[in-house]
DNA sequence: TAAATATGCTTTTTT
DNA sequence: AGCATATTTA
């Protein structure tokens, strides 16, 4: 397979190059060693298109960066021709380091960065072009709902039903089908009033964000896409510029990102011919000469469909599944060998992700032996579940793994407090990656609206923001004043506080205005000198500091008998600690890029300082990571697969690559917990176990503690019955081989076959439901279907369906998931 | 205008 | 249960 590919490469590449470094006379066998041959061929493989199909553990991020090392070493790219593109900033940073370990000081200049960032990067270069300035600021999701909140209210959408959070979100999905409130208009069924008013919104929105020079997280890609197709001359300077493009966790990106990518990978000077055309043509030729500056860009990308996790927010999993109809001729190598975990584990991986039926069959391996089984372990209650964590994690710790090690995942944000609680009591150190975050802070955002305003002052949103804050006596009624006012002037929002005199309030607050106005003036001479000259390093801290000082928030603080008011100082100072950080690593950095790296930057981001402790993170933050002993706790109906998702098409195959996700994680130790009742929005619920533990084969399990033994009103049963715990000979389940029954067979052995009774009623019983040939029925994941006869009796009826759109397929009756139609 | 009290809503996941 | 917002009261 290879033996095609490697001259190719080491042909063209063995001339006298006088390489830095360590000359060889392959400049890539050592990038090479030590890998297999799918992946060798995934590093080697030149030509336009490439999709690398890499399992959960396949080493994919080393045949990555191998890749992008191969192309620098050989010559075949200067940095600055590769683009790489990452799902996180904290993995675009783990990618810079390590391709700067194989070719060192080159990997300076490429742009390795999250979508996001780059977009960023373009758009700050090009913003003049189409209505905003470089000083652009960024809205994150907070901003974005408290504006639309406002123009909720102003617009009475409330009285159609429609709330901040749901236009929010709509308009999200629309963005990021590149969609604006125009060409949404002219689909939608406007003889819907409701339609109309969020239409209304919808375009008020984005006036609202033009006016304060802003973006909202799905515009930067949005309307880098738009940037690209309204001016083909710029998108082709960065046709021209990035010759290599890679992106990772490729089945991930969203129809816009698609839609960038297409964008930077079409020929250059190519915009009145259709993509595919051209594309699909110039495979045949011999390989073009590099550097020939009109053919398209090459494209790498990597993912794994079996780990779609995101399409809730518009990921679209056919970018991958349908990359080679759209780069014809793209070569696909796929990496199946797993080099992370126990077979046990990916036995378990393998059994669960069998059952998302519209999937190309693939299966992890190793040959690292079985391992430990995994442990299964069912609490009373959340807090008895967490006490279970807690104690293994202890357990673990003896046995010389470090805390770092060990990770705890669950399904919601909530669940982390029953673990942190029983973490604290027991002295356990953790660190949660996500959660609350540092930059949602009021008091964070607050000071981050003050540097806003002075960095972007066509921002209202920010200097409404901090126009009381601290308390100034400037309440609604001032507000609206100013805003009146700056119309009628046809000024911003900000240069009318310069002159509080005209805005026909008491003396008082004019006052308060003008000392506002000051301090914002005071500060912007230190950031952005009106001299031009450049700002010094510390600017920002020095503003930041000066800002809040003298705008009395500081002392506001300080004075307050509220006790968490000295924790909001903390983190203040925090925050100009974090400047100082900001001012150290980037000399020349302004304001501006101050801002953007924050607005960019999330927690899951700065995982490093985790040394020492467990990790506790969603299900979701997990994906990428990996640990040598994996808890996945909240094992239950309606947490894994959530309740939420039942509602949505696809929604529970979703949660089932979620929960692999969450298997995959383990390299040596997999405990899976779940609770018996569970507390929720305060009050104590029955949970029930999730269908997802049926699908694991029952001797993989070792469970500590079944659901079958703990009595769900409460209570463990008796010792007598928790001592006969399998593992001795009795069990039942040696005979039982683990058995494929991903697709038409009936799980034969699996691991609630030990509670049989424990089956949960709630989740799935269809009671008699009473099917018969020539029935329509609906499955959860197989949609409608027509039943071709029924066999069995009792509650082991099966019914023998054809699906319309899967075909043929036999179900328990009993607790399928179907319904009659 | 600001503090105190009542209500109601949340909990899916995130760049 | 806990938090954020709405409403009432001073």
């Not at 191998?66 to 940073?93: C, D, M, V």
């Not at 391996?365 to 807690?390: L, M, N």
């Not at 020349?588 to 985790?610: K, N, Q, R, Y």
């Not at 997990?622 to 098409?649: C, N, Q």
């Amino acid at each position: 397979m290879t033996d095609a590919s490697i001259p190719l490469i080491v042909g063209g590449d063995i001339g006298p190059q006088g390489d830095a470094g360590s000359d060889r006379a392959r400049p890539d066998a050592d990038l090479l060693e030590g890998l297999n041959p799918p992946q060798r061929e995934a590093v080697i493989y030149r030509g336009p298109a490439l999709l690398i199909v890499a399992g959960a553990g396949s080493g994919k991020t080393s045949v990555l960066t191998r890749r992008i090392a191969s192309l620098l070493r050989s010559r075949e790219a200067w940095p600055s021709q590769i683009l790489a593109i990452t799902f996180t900033n904290k993995a675009a940073g783990e990618m810079r380091e390590r391709v700067a370990q194989l070719v060192g000081d080159r990997a300076q200049g490429m742009w390795i960065s999250t979508f996001h960032s780059a977009c960023v990067r373009i758009l700050r270069r090009e913003a003049e072009a189409f209505g905003f300035t470089k000083s652009f600021t960024i809205y994150d999701s907070g901003d974005t709902r408290a504006l639309l909140k406002r123009l909720v209210k102003e617009h009475e959408a409330d009285a159609f039903g429609l709330t901040p959070g749901s236009v929010m979100s709509k308009i999200s999905k629309l963005k990021n089908e590149l969609a604006d409130a125009e060409s949404y208009a002219r689909s939608a069924n406007m003889s819907d009033p409701a339609e109309r008013v969020f239409v209304e919104v919808f375009g008020e929105y984005q006036r609202a964000l033009q006016r304060a020079n802003a973006f909202d997280f799905d515009d930067l890609i949005g309307q880098t896409v738009f940037l690209f197709r309204a001016f083909p001359k710029i998108a082709d300077t960065y046709r021209r510029r990035f010759r290599h493009i890679l992106v990772d966790e490729y089945q991930d990106t969203n129809h816009a990102q698609y839609a960038l990518i297409n964008e930077l990978t079409r020929p250059v000077g190519s915009d009145a011919q259709p993509f595919d055309g051209g594309g699909g043509m110039m495979i045949f030729e011999a390989t073009p000469e590099p550097g020939s500056d009109t053919d398209a860009a090459s494209l790498t990308v990597v993912g794994d469909s079996d780990q779609s996790i995101y399409a809730f927010r518009g990921a679209d999993i056919r970018n991958i599944t349908e990359f080679e109809r759209d780069y014809p001729g793209a070569k696909v190598v796929l990496l199946e060998q797993n080099y992370r975990s126990t077979q046990n584990i990916l036995t378990a991986a393998n059994s669960v992700i069998g059952n998302n039926f519209d999937r190309k069959d693939k299966k992890l391996w190793t040959d690292v032996g079985a391992g430990e089984k995994i442990v299964g372990f069912t609490g009373y209650s959340q807090h008895d579940e967490a006490q279970f964590v807690a104690d293994e994690i202890e357990a673990l710790h003896r046995t010389d793994i470090d805390y770092s090690q060990m990770a705890v995942f669950y399904r919601t944000n909530s669940q982390s407090r029953a673990l942190e609680e029983i973490f604290i009591r027991s002295a356990i150190p953790y660190k949660i990656m996500g959660g609350t975050k540092f930059y949602e802070r009021a008091e964070i955002k607050d000071a981050m609206a003050y540097l806003v305003a002075i960095a972007n002052p066509a921002d209202e949103m920010a200097v409404r923001r901090i126009l009381n804050k601290p308390r100034r006596g400037i309440g609604d009624v001032t507000e609206t004043a100013i805003a009146r006012y700056a119309a009628d002037q046809q000024i911003t929002f900000r240069d009318a506080l310069a002159n509080a005199s005209a805005l026909g309030v008491g003396p008082k607050i004019q006052a308060a205005i003008a000392q506002l106005d000051a301090v914002l003036a005071e500060a912007a001479e230190i950031m952005l000198p009106s001299s031009g000259e450049l700002a010094p390093p510390t600017a920002v801290a020095e503003g930041l500091t000066l800002l809040l000082q003298k705008s009395g928030y500081m002392s506001a603080l300080r004075q307050s008998k509220d006790p968490q008011d000295e924790a909001r100082l903390e983190n203040l100072d925090e925050l100009v600690a974090v400047t100082r950080e900001f001012a150290r690593n980037n000399p020349d950095g302004t304001v501006i890029d101050f801002l953007t790296e924050v607005a960019l930057v999330s927690d899951a981001d700065d995982l490093e300082d985790a040394s020492g402790s467990v990790s506790l993170m969603t299900l979701h933050t997990a994906k990428g990571l990996e640990y040598d002993a994996v808890f996945v706790t909240g094992v239950e109906e309606d947490l894994i697969p959530h309740r939420i998702s039942a509602g949505e098409p696809g929604g529970p195959q979703e949660e089932r690559r979620l929960f692999y996700v969450g298997i995959t994680r383990a390299r040596k130790r997999l405990y899976m917990s779940l609770a018996m009742t569970r507390a929720q929005f305060g009050e104590v619920t029955v949970a029930m176990p999730s269908r997802f533990l049926q699908e694991i084969p029952a001797d993989l399990i070792d469970w500590r503690q079944s659901p079958g033994d703990v009595n769900s009103r409460g209570g463990i049963q008796s010792r007598a019955l928790n001592a006969r715990r399998p593992g001795g000979s009795g069990g039942g389940f040696g005979g039982a081989p683990a058995r494929r029954f991903g697709d038409d067979l009936v799980p034969k052995s699996t691991a609630l076959d030990r509670f049989p009774n424990r089956i949960p009623a709630r989740v799935r019983d269809n009671g008699d439901m009473i099917l018969g040939p020539g029935d329509r029925i609906r499955h959860e994941d197989f949609g409608e279907g027509r039943v071709d006869a029924v066999t069995g009796e009792g509650a082991k009826r099966v019914a023998h369906v054809r699906f319309d759109k899967v075909g043929a397929k036999k179900l328990l009756i009993k607790i399928a998931p179907i319904e009659k139609i």
